[in-house]
């Protein structure tokens, strides 16, 4: 589903360089439970933003799902993440004058899907996050918890291959956290690929699969037995 | 540009945003406001000139004579200029090309007029059938003075509306028999009106022939008028006309030994020149109207730019999120070019309602003598509505760049 190999990505600021990754090669495989930890400042977010095509790589190769990415102008870039991506942030980003429902379905907007069907499918998903009753609810109506569930039905919502979660977790408690990791895991079950990035450990044995980043490099990727969230909610 | 889901789109949120809209839409509103009643005052201060001076027809060349202020060729100042019959047929013989209309002219300033008892005093003018169109006079009832009222010399007369309002307030004039100056029977055979209004309208038209024989005047005559053809070019036409009026003051002064400098004692006046003189004036005002009402929907417009601009830097992260989602950058610089055309659109058309509605109300009670009846015309409200697209589509597209410039990284950084 993903390939990169020697990726390398640097910032730069006036006149100081800064290289942040530093030669990654990486491949996930369909259904994927991947999650990406370092301490902070590591390069997690820069990574999932290239993966993500929020940002563009300065050498190496990404494929994903055998479509080679390269030469990306804004255009296309938007095309791609609209059809192949959803993004789960860690402050949510709802738009605020947009209900949960409305929210939910702007993705599909930009697919140029229907008002109707883009209402239907947009509930379907709110109903998944279990928030099928706050549909009519604004952001600021909603708990951090039903927040973080509305912004994984909007990344559900225009059905990508992958989703890229860039430390969905971190701006909630332990219980709530654990909720939306249960979420995360049952979306995984039905077979969707899935990108974590956390620097909390306990978030990360959640996943299938955890890749260790250090100074711009990968210095561990391993497979671990899954803990169910569920056990902990 | 019509895609229902995007103004729907739009509308959302425009609805949630209703303090933001209704501020922008009030620098355009009032813009618009003050355009469309400036132009309203312009087009009053056109109607109010042009009836003003289209008393007359405007393409008018008027002759006449007086007395000589100035010594020429051994002859002494104050001799008296006496034009006859014979200049006017010399005249019409050398311009016969240039000539429309033509009449001669033979006054008396103060002429007592009798309908049974009533009476009053009006100026008694002897004239040509042309006099009419020169004039610009409408017959109201009747008929004008003939060529046969001429060649016979007959006893008949057009009167004007005031007199008909004087002698026959109740009674059908046409056909009744008037008593001049208490000694010769008219009969009434036409009543006029004239846009010069009611001092126009006190006038005796009768036949020249007649006039010269019942006021004793031989073959004197007071006035000679022209209308000259017009050409296309209006220009040209100004140019021909000049040239002709030229030439006839020239031929005059030959003919009567006069100086050329004494402008006393011949003028020939070309109404043509001063028209475009006025048309000229006209279209200035007119243009100096627009030039402010332009420079204040400017102002409008780089209200409406500016909040825009604050609107795209408050919605920073609301872009990015929707670019992370797939928005293209065409469809962000459309959001926001759609709504500031909106907006622009629904408050110049409300400055435009208030404006006109104005203009309806308070127009025409307005009537002082260089404004009429201030009005919009549709082709200016349709202009004006076109000036709103356009200026609604300047406005938003400085910011909508801007907008569609932003990178989802930097919006949906983390602070
Ligand atoms: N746009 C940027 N310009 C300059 N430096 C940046 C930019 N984005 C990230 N960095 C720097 O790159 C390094 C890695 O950042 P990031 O990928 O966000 O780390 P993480 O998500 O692992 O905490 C940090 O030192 C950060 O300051
Ligand atoms: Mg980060």
Same mark, same amino acid.
């Given at each position: 589903? #993903?390939e990169?190999?020697?990726?390398?990505?640097?910032?730069?600021?006036?006149?100081?360089?800064?290289?942040?990754?530093?030669?990654?090669?990486?491949?996930v495989?369909?259904?994927?439970?991947?999650?990406?930890?370092?301490? %902070?400042?590591?390069?997690?977010?820069?990574?999932?933003?290239?993966?993500?095509?929020?940002?563009?790589?300065?050498?190496?190769?990404?494929?994903?799902?055998?479509t080679?990415i390269?030469?990306?102008?804004?255009?296309?870039?938007?095309?791609?993440?609209?059809?192949?991506?959803?993004?789960?942030?860690?402050?949510?980003?709802?738009?605020?004058?947009?209900?949960?429902?409305?929210?939910?379905?702007?993705?599909?907007?930009?697919?140029?899907?229907?008002?109707?069907?883009?209402?239907?499918?947009?509930?379907?998903?709110?109903?998944? =996050?279990?928030?099928?009753?706050?549909?009519d609810?604004?952001?600021?109506?909603?708990?951090?918890g039903?927040?973080?569930?509305?912004?994984?039905?909007? $990344? &559900?919502?225009?059905?990508?291959?992958?989703?890229? +979660?860039?430390?969905?977790?971190?701006?909630?408690?332990?219980? @709530?956290?654990?909720?939306?990791?249960?979420?995360?895991?049952?979306?995984?079950?039905?077979g969707?690929?899935?990108?974590?990035?956390?620097?909390?450990?306990?978030?990360?044995?959640?996943?299938?699969?955890?890749v260790?980043?250090?100074d711009?490099?990968?210095?561990?990727?391993?497979?671990?037995?899954?803990?169910?969230?569920?056990?902990?909610? | 540009?019509?895609?229902?889901?995007?103004?729907?789109?739009?509308?959302?949120?425009?609805?949630?945003?209703?303090?933001?809209?209704?501020l922008?839409?009030?620098?355009?509103?009032s813009?618009?406001?003050?355009?469309?009643?400036?132009?309203?005052?312009? %087009?009053?201060i *056109?109607?109010?000139?042009? @009836?003003?001076?289209?008393?007359?027809?405007?393409?008018?060349?008027?002759?006449?004579?007086?007395?000589?202020?100035?010594?020429?060729?051994?002859?002494?100042p104050?001799?008296?200029?006496?034009?006859?019959?014979?200049?006017?047929?010399?005249?019409?013989?050398?311009?016969? *090309?240039?000539?429309?209309?033509?009449?001669?002219?033979?006054?008396?300033?103060?002429?007592?007029?009798?309908?049974?008892?009533?009476?009053?005093s009006?100026?008694?003018?002897?004239?040509?059938?042309?006099?009419?169109?020169?004039?610009?006079?409408?017959?109201?009832?009747?008929?004008?003075?003939?060529?046969s009222?001429?060649?016979?010399?007959?006893?008949?007369?057009?009167?004007?509306?005031?007199?008909?309002?004087?002698?026959?307030?109740?009674?059908?004039?046409?056909?009744?028999?008037?008593?001049?100056?208490?000694?010769?029977?008219?009969?009434?055979?036409?009543?006029?009106?004239?846009?010069?209004?009611?001092?126009?309208?006190?006038?005796?038209?009768?036949?020249?022939?007649?006039?010269?024989?019942?006021?004793?005047?031989?073959?004197?005559?007071?006035?000679?008028?022209?209308?000259?053809?017009?050409?296309?070019?209006?220009?040209?036409?100004?140019?021909?006309s000049?040239?002709?009026?030229?030439?006839?003051?020239?031929?005059?002064?030959?003919?009567?030994s006069?100086?050329?400098?004494?402008?006393? +004692?011949?003028?020939?006046?070309?109404?043509?020149?001063?028209?475009?003189?006025?048309?000229?004036?006209?279209?200035?005002?007119? +243009?100096?109207?627009?030039? #402010?009402?332009?420079?204040? #929907?400017?102002?409008?417009? =780089?209200? =409406?730019?500016?909040?825009?601009l604050?609107? =795209?830097?408050?919605?920073?992260?609301?872009?990015?999120?929707?670019k992370?989602?797939? +928005?293209?950058?065409?469809?962000?610089?459309?959001?926001?070019?759609?709504e500031?055309?909106?907006?622009? $659109?629904?408050?110049?058309f409300?400055?435009?309602?208030?404006?006109?509605?104005? &203009?309806?109300?308070?127009?025409?009670?307005? *009537?002082?003598?260089?404004?009429?009846?201030?009005t919009v015309?549709?082709?200016?409200?349709?202009?004006?509505?076109?000036?709103?697209?356009?200026s609604? $589509?300047?406005?938003?597209?400085?910011?909508?760049?801007?907008?569609?410039?932003?990178?989802p990284?930097?919006?949906?950084?983390?602070e």
């Amino acid at each position: 589903m #993903i390939e990169i190999t020697d990726l390398h990505k640097s910032y730069i600021t006036g006149n100081t360089s800064l290289h942040v990754l530093k030669g990654i090669d990486f491949s996930v495989k369909e259904g994927e439970l991947v999650s990406i930890m370092g301490s %902070s400042g590591s390069g997690k977010s820069t990574l999932l933003n290239i993966l993500g095509m929020l940002d563009e790589a300065d050498s190496g190769t990404y494929t994903l799902d055998n479509t080679p990415i390269k030469n990306l102008n804004e255009k296309i870039a938007a095309q791609y993440r609209n059809k192949f991506l959803g993004f789960i942030f860690q402050s949510f980003n709802l738009i605020s004058y947009k209900n949960a429902i409305d929210n939910v379905a702007l993705p599909l907007y930009y697919q140029k899907v229907g008002r109707k069907e883009r209402d239907e499918k947009a509930m379907h998903y709110l109903e998944k =996050v279990g928030l099928a009753d706050w549909a009519d609810h604004l952001p600021n109506q909603l708990s951090g918890g039903q927040k973080q569930r509305v912004a994984i039905a909007r $990344a &559900l919502a225009s059905d990508p291959k992958v989703l890229l +979660a860039d430390e969905p977790t971190g701006a909630l408690d332990t219980k @709530t956290s654990y909720e939306v990791m249960d979420l995360i895991q049952g979306i995984n079950e039905e077979g969707r690929t899935i990108l974590v990035v956390t620097h909390e450990p306990d978030i990360a044995e959640m996943t299938k699969r955890i890749v260790n980043l250090k100074d711009g490099r990968i210095i561990d990727d391993r497979l671990v037995n899954q803990i169910k969230a569920k056990a902990h909610v | 540009m019509f895609n229902i889901e995007r103004w729907q789109e739009i509308f959302d949120t425009i609805n949630k945003n209703k303090l933001r809209t209704f501020l922008t839409s009030l620098s355009v509103a009032s813009g618009i406001l003050i355009l469309v009643i400036l132009l309203g005052f312009s %087009s009053g201060i *056109e109607n109010g000139v042009r @009836t003003q001076f289209e008393q007359d027809a405007t393409n008018r060349i008027s002759v006449s004579t007086r007395v000589t202020t100035k010594g020429y060729k051994g002859l002494n100042p104050g001799r008296r200029l006496q034009m006859t019959n014979k200049d006017y047929e010399n005249l019409n013989e050398k311009y016969k *090309e240039q000539i429309e209309y033509k009449t001669s002219l033979y006054r008396s300033w103060g002429g007592q007029v009798n309908y049974k008892e009533k009476q009053g005093s009006y100026r008694i003018e002897g004239v040509f059938a042309d006099q009419q169109w020169i004039e610009n006079a409408t017959l109201s009832q009747g008929r004008y003075i003939s060529q046969s009222d001429i060649e016979e010399s007959r006893k008949v007369g057009v009167i004007g509306y005031q007199m008909k309002e004087d002698l026959f307030p109740n009674t059908n004039p046409i056909g009744k028999t008037i008593l001049l100056n208490n000694n010769i029977n008219f009969i009434v055979v036409g009543v006029y009106t004239d846009p010069g209004g009611s001092r126009e309208e006190s006038r005796l038209f009768i036949p020249i022939t007649t006039a010269q024989k019942v006021f004793n005047a031989g073959e004197n005559i007071d006035r000679i008028a022209y209308t000259v053809k017009m050409s296309d070019n209006f220009d040209e036409a100004v140019a021909l006309s000049a040239a002709m009026s030229e030439s006839i003051d020239q031929d005059l002064r030959t003919k009567f030994s006069v100086a050329p400098d004494d402008r006393v +004692a011949i003028r020939v006046d070309d109404t043509l020149e001063e028209a475009q003189k006025i048309y000229g004036l006209i279209d200035t005002i007119r +243009a100096v109207f627009w030039f #402010i009402g332009i420079g204040t #929907i400017i102002a409008g417009v =780089v209200g =409406v730019g500016n909040i825009m601009l604050i609107v =795209v830097k408050e919605r920073t992260k609301e872009i990015g999120i929707r670019k992370a989602l797939g +928005a293209l950058p065409s469809e962000i610089i459309w959001m926001v070019l759609q709504e500031s055309i909106f907006i622009t $659109a629904i408050a110049g058309f409300v400055g435009l309602f208030i404006g006109v509605g104005i &203009l309806e109300l308070v127009g025409p009670s307005i *009537e002082m003598d260089f404004i009429k009846n201030p009005t919009v015309d549709f082709t200016t409200s349709i202009t004006t509505v076109i000036i709103l697209v356009v200026s609604g $589509a300047l406005a938003g597209f400085i910011p909508a760049r801007r907008a569609a410039n932003i990178k989802p990284i930097e919006a949906l950084r983390d602070e």
